[in-house]
């Protein structure tokens, strides 16, 4: 299966028929007696199993595959295919992680006759690759995508908050990892996060909306897309701050919302950041975990005269920064011990670590969120990390050794 075949057959079908069509091709080539694709959904915790066009009941919720404790959640934090082989002629199970760039987009799943050779996994996990590019491609055409990833009916505010998400939920480059997790309280708090990465700059941000439901969505709405006209114009992050809190008191109807943005030099590692009445950064460095305590300006929209002060951040290679909002530090959350387990989660993959510290809040506070808990994980490796292994995430540059090969963590 040609990597351009495999492509070509998909841009054939419809949006809705792609990846049944790289299914039966599998099937044909690899005599399966079953291919499919599973979509992790929008807490990262659950896999949906799509099933063939036509077959898919958009009516109903989708069905989750709770991932904690299975093979699928081995292969999606280790992003390495597995092979399930019971022998007494039971059908031999393939996984492979559907990944690109760090977003685990989902799993392909297999049962073929008999165990693969090197040959035939080095194909599957092609393919699987393959098919990230294929659901990020026909994704922005049908909604099948986005129903497969609500395990749970999204009120009005949750839909508005997850449109203000990028579209990938963390990435990689060989300069950095950045991921970003939020859970929604059970009334919908406002919180965004955002990332870009320009020519020669990699740009965050978090926000949290004062206030709950559809007010709160239309604040962080208002304030992300401020944000982002001012730095698509070329902006620097003293000119976004000042529109985005313009923004907010022409339009916010005396709302505010705190915020905390971040540019890195993807030339020099210069980094500077500024916050806006938000919760401060935490970063670890060499095992230790030390609260970063910036100058802090007001919010964005609120009514007293302000400006906003550009600082310096001191980030250097091996560095593991983490960004959150406040729903990360209140009512039961006080009871864990953050810098604790972030230091634990430290071999952990950014992707892994978020959801990992978002876990941890939702079980102290028994499923039940007062308020938005969102947190971003960045990784800096350097700016002399130029190029990177699209299967493996390896440093291709220098005799120096990333992190994650440091710490064994494969990378997809």
Same mark, same amino acid.
């Given at each position: 299966m ?17 990846l ?16 499919s ?49 019971k ?21 392909l ?8 050779d ?30 497969s990833?609500?395990t749970?009916p ?21 300069q ?6 939020l859970?929604p309280?059970?009334?919908?708090g ?10 020669d ?17 239309l604040? =962080?709405?208002? +304030?992300?897309?401020?944000l982002?006209?001012? @730095? ?6 003293? !000119?976004? &701050? *000042?529109q ?40 670890m ?17 609120f009514p ?6 550009v600082q310096?951040l ?5 560095d ?12 039961? =959350?006080?009871? +864990?011990?953050?810098s604790?387990?972030?230091? @634990?989660?430290?071999?952990l993959?950014?992707? !892994?670590? &978020? *959801? ?12 039940h969120l ?20 699209a ?22």
């Amino acid at each position: 299966m040609a990597l351009a075949g495999t492509l070509a057959a998909a841009e054939t079908a419809a949006p809705v028929e792609s990846l049944d069509v790289v299914a039966r091709m599998l099937k044909d080539r690899l005599g399966a007696n079953s291919v499919s694709f599973l979509i992790t959904d929008f807490t990262g915790g659950s896999v949906v199993r799509l099933g063939a066009a036509g077959s898919v009941d958009t009516d109903e919720p989708a069905r989750r595959i709770t991932l904690r404790g299975t093979l699928y959640d081995d292969v999606i934090r280790t992003q390495r295919p597995s092979m399930e082989d019971k022998g007494d002629d039971a059908l031999v199970r393939i996984i492979a992680p559907v990944t690109n760039r760090g977003d685990a987009i989902g799993l392909l799943e297999l049962f073929l006759p008999t165990a693969p050779d090197a040959e035939v996994m080095r194909e599957i996990g092609e393919t699987a690759h393959a098919l990230a590019y294929i659901v990020i491609a026909n994704r922005s055409y049908t909604d099948v995508y986005q129903w497969s990833r609500r395990t749970a009916p999204l009120s009005l505010a949750a839909e508005i908050q997850h449109r203000l998400l990028p579209s990938s939920l963390a990435c990689e480059a060989a300069q950095f990892a950045v991921a970003g997790a939020l859970e929604p309280a059970d009334h919908v708090g406002g919180d965004t996060f955002d990332y870009v990465i320009d020519r020669d700059t990699v740009q965050l941000s978090v926000t949290d909306a004062m206030g709950h439901d559809v007010d709160a969505a239309l604040l =962080a709405t208002l +304030l992300v897309g401020a944000l982002r006209r001012a @730095r698509r114009a070329g902006a620097g992050l003293a !000119e976004q &701050a *000042r529109q985005a809190d313009q923004a907010m008191r022409e339009h916010g109807r005396q709302g505010y919302v705190t915020g905390q943005l971040l540019r890195i030099s993807l030339i020099d590692g210069e980094t500077e950041f500024i916050n806006a009445g938000h919760p401060w950064p935490l970063r670890m460095r060499d095992g230790q975990v030390r609260e970063i305590a910036p100058k802090i300006d007001m919010p964005f929209g609120f009514p007293a005269p302000h400006s906003y002060r550009v600082q310096s951040l001191d980030l250097r290679p091996g560095d593991r920064l983490v960004m959150l909002t406040d729903g990360m530090l209140e009512r039961n =959350a006080g009871r +864990l011990d953050l810098s604790e387990l972030i230091g @634990r989660t430290r071999a952990l993959h950014p992707r !892994e670590a &978020a *959801r990992t510290l978002i876990a941890a809040i939702v079980d102290a506070n028994h499923g039940h969120l007062q308020d938005d808990a969102t947190v971003m994980c960045l990784d800096w490796q350097g700016v002399g990390h130029s190029r990177r292994a699209a299967d493996t995430g390896a440093d291709l540059t220098s005799a120096s050794t990333s992190s994650r090969t440091r710490q064994n963590i494969p990378g997809p």
